[in-house]
């Protein structure tokens, strides 16, 4: 087993230099060839995708769960209109992101080069297949696949048919590497291959990447979780607040960006409080207060230790009135997970100051905590979303999976 | 012990809220407070400096060893210089490093941030302790001082004098630490706090940063080495070629960016090679060198695979004479540290296909490899040279020393 992961670790890593040398167009070319397999195949994609919903309903997945797994025709058109998005992006590799001359005539060039071999961990959705397929061809990065044993069918049809339409064009051996099967020995096998592949991207629940995060050699780029903010100020306008509560929170409550728990200043919470509970409760939200907001709502609940902390991903808010910017921010400071937090305010100094002291990857001013995502930033797509501070904040799209290396051109010149 | 470590370290974690809100214009006037200081205690500092050269002198440390420790009137003067050079540096924090403006009229910023706490941990010079201050200070991020043992009196008395002056100028308690004494148990401690520290740089020897790197449960951005090669091609310029050799092997030969091995093009080794030879060997330069380098050049001794991927950081050079390009950029990917290569051609093509193919951080033309460095690519000083691929490649100034944070401006946008 082990021998045939380095094997395949090793095709990866031999890829790289290829790859990393393709040019625009190559690339390009493969891409809109991989989207038309994946229309010209749908039928095989439907037919493989229907043993892993068949399975996920044997094993009693949740109906939200297999609605995410399944996958049906206008699914398969938009993975279809992703890969030929990601090839209508500018080519993130070769981009010179600084030039410096120097007093003795050296020419310092900062250039974008990709990064090398790229492992995703993922779970459930199928179309994170694609996507990351695309984004890593894109910026000439080897990647190795390791999606989640529920959608295994479905990720290996795609797979399948991918990367024979990019071989075809001439996309070479390595560039793609999948792994099926595999239990957390395999897992904690590839992660000790620090010689062979440059970075980890996990995606997925918290307990996958924490096991992840902690037997990883190889660098890894992540978000635990998202324990999401919105910050209703003394000077926010009362419409602006809720839609955004109401958005943040009821959108889609199963996302990372979602909102999980609502501070309000203390000389708006009257006014404001009463209004948003009824809009969330007529959306199925349910509430857990802090006593404040317990003695100006009838029927919440008492909010725990916990429920600061945690990640619902479901219609569950948390509640808590603040004394002032300063408790508000102290608040996400405790809890938060540094993922994106956001203020409805009017004022625009409070603002900036929300904005400077919040250590949050994404901070947001009156408008939704939804909007952080790689599409909603124009990225065109994301490989994930990261709190870590090295490397890449936010969301991960094309310019993030590359580094870059100095040339420096000379004419004679030595060191004094 | 470990109750202690913990405390510093929360020290400093503590402080970097208020470290990274900090204005441009305090940061430098602590800056030049700390120059000062460093003035004003010449004689204290010295004088604390003698007990570390007194103990080097009794351990029996080389020659070079002690030079490097010694501090004396100019290399203080020195410290103090480069102090109020970063201070007239540009403040890396709160650069709008890009600006989106989408359709539904949200303003995206991309705004630079502290990246949090910096361990650091090194050996010897203790103009280190100073420069690392100071680029943690205006980069508004709280470091810990690891410094070696050998300079342990000489860095206390900096760490002293200099944060006593920063402290005056109302630089906040933690923003800088110092770790003196400590044994391997100690620094395994540290390098697991990674819920209080976020980057660890170590620099010293190739043993140091494998241990630092092997045990790390926190970010590391390191080289391990400097295996640098120069690369002179069938079309490089002979006068270049023999200027450029002897700066990157004998100019300062004990240094990371110094060349370790010469490749030659096999039609230009006859003509290049007895010339340079006799040029390295009256600088006092050992040769050892491939079948056909002893061929051409009498008294040259056989270089073993060994050779090859030694860092000899010393006045030895191993030579071999390659076919053609691509045998060249094979020895150096096979057998080089990707920390900083050259190559000697007047064929811009060639010149072109050696930077696109080496996967070095930095990639030389026609000058020496001896300018990989911060002060000389013009970034003021440089808190180390990484030769990964996350984060910072190449010398690490102030800009390498920040992350960024995604502001979010609306006007009650939510997401559809």
Redesign the interface.
Known sequence: MKNNLLKTALRARHAA?AL??LGTAAKNRALLAMARAVRAENDYLVSENKKDVAAARRKGLTQGLVHRLRLDEEKIAGIADSLERVAGLPDPVGRILET?K?PNG?V?KKVS?P??VILIIYESRPNVTADCMALCLKSGNPVILKGGSEAISSNRALYRVLSAAARKKGIPEGAFEFIGTGDRGALKFLLGLNQVI??VIPRGGEGLIRRVAAVSKI?V?KHFKGVCHVYVDKDA?P??SE??V???KA?NPAVCNAMETLLVHESVAKKFLPGISGLLREKGVELRGCEKTRAIVPGVRPASEEDWGAEYLDLILSIRVVKDLEAAVGHI?KYGSRHSDAIVTENKKT?EAF???V??????????T???DGG???MGAEMGIST????A??PMGLEELT?????????????Q
């Open positions: 230099p990393s040398l410096r120097r050296l310092i080069v990064i090398g440059d970075l660098p780029i306008d419409g602006k839609d955004i109401l958005n943040a959108q400071e603002a904005t400077g002291a250590d949050s990857a994404c901070v947001f001013v009156n408008c939704s939804r909007f952080n909603e930033f124009g870590d501070k090295l490397h904040r936010g580094s870059y290396k100095y040339v420096v051109l000379g004419n004679g010149q030595i060191r």
